[in-house]
């Protein structure tokens, strides 16, 4: 199995940064603005890039501000039963924020393309909690 670790310091406290992680307000302005989701245990948050299929998260846990943990139940193929997490620990200067994308089957070109797009995410993530613009899906210049 594969799995992709980045980390990303932001300058917000981890409570903001949680908020933006598990809201539909944050992750419209961090991932896409075409998307259903709600902060609860057991929920499947849908996520639409625009490909012609929803990318669906069972969201398995959630411990303000710390932890929070999805599993990915429908997607493109490379993705379904792989986990998400997202590891926010408060620091003194700044909150860490470490993102898994974890149980990846293969070593993939796909694979590759989504760790250059995770950092992606979190330096949206960064400018959102920060200055209060993130970089969604249908913003970015590619």
Not at 12 to 37: C, D, N, R, Y
Not at 109 to 136: D, V
Request: net charge negative.
């Amino acid at each position: 199995m594969y799995n992709i670790e980045q980390i990303q310091y932001v300058k917000a406290p981890a409570a903001k940064v949680f908020e933006a992680l598990t809201t539909k307000t944050g992750l419209s302005e961090i991932w896409t603005e075409k998307l259903i989701v709600k902060p609860e245990a057991g929920f499947i948050n849908e996520f639409d890039f625009n490909d012609n299929y929803s990318t669906r998260f069972k969201v398995l846990s959630m411990e303000a501000p710390g932890r929070i943990r999805w599993e990915c139940v429908d997607s493109d193929q490379e993705w379904i039963g792989t986990f998400l997490s997202f590891d926010i620990e408060q620091r003194p200067k700044s909150t860490a924020v470490t993102l898994r994308h974890s149980q990846w089957r293969e070593l993939t070109e796909f694979y590759r393309h989504c760790n250059y797009n995770w950092a992606w995410f979190l330096y949206s993530l960064k400018l959102y909690c920060e200055t209060g613009e993130g970089i969604p899906f249908q913003r970015r210049q590619f």
